[in-house]
């Protein structure tokens, strides 16, 4: 077998990897999956570019490739650091469920009908407590004192 047909059959796996994380990528609503799909379509052009770096004879597609994966490693840290974030908040990995996350003044995405799902509840916003203005003496009323009386 001769090398073009081996570098040949490099680029079509590159290919279908890359594909096969498009779609998954695509049609799952899964954070993991859609996680691992992008892995996928990383791969597969880490693959595709040591393939054109042999057939050129040089070393610049393994270089590239070094980085993606560098970067990958990273991306795959935060993005696992995230998600497990936010499994802790709305207990579920559903896409759909993560779009009530967005600032309090936005209005509410356009593009998702069923945001309202009445199997997800928020959680109450929480009252932080409000300090006061500088330079205001507060109204402390001691039990204590008798001009309070």
């Not at 990958?72 to 009530?100: N, P, R, V």
């Not at 995405?109 to 009252?127: K, N, T, W």
């Amino acid at each position: 077998m001769n090398e073009l047909a081996l570098l040949e059959n490099y680029l079509i796996v590159g290919a279908l990897l890359f594909g096969i994380g498009l779609v998954g990528f695509f049609s799952r609503r899964n954070m993991i999956v859609m996680f691992l799909s992008a892995e996928m379509m990383l791969h597969g052009v880490s693959l595709t570019l040591v393939t054109f770096g042999r057939a050129h004879h040089s070393f610049e597609g393994q270089m590239f490739t070094i980085f993606i994966l560098t970067v990958a490693a990273c991306e795959a840290g935060l993005a696992l650091a995230l998600i497990l974030a936010l499994y802790q908040k709305s207990k579920s990995l559903d896409i759909d469920f993560w779009t009530e996350l967005r600032e309090p003044d936005l209005p509410p995405p356009s593009l998702v009908e069923d945001a309202g799902d009445p199997r997800y509840v928020p959680p109450a916003p929480r009252r932080f407590p409000r300090l006061t203005p500088a330079g205001v003496v507060p109204n402390i009323r001691n039990e204590h004192d008798p001009q309070n009386c």
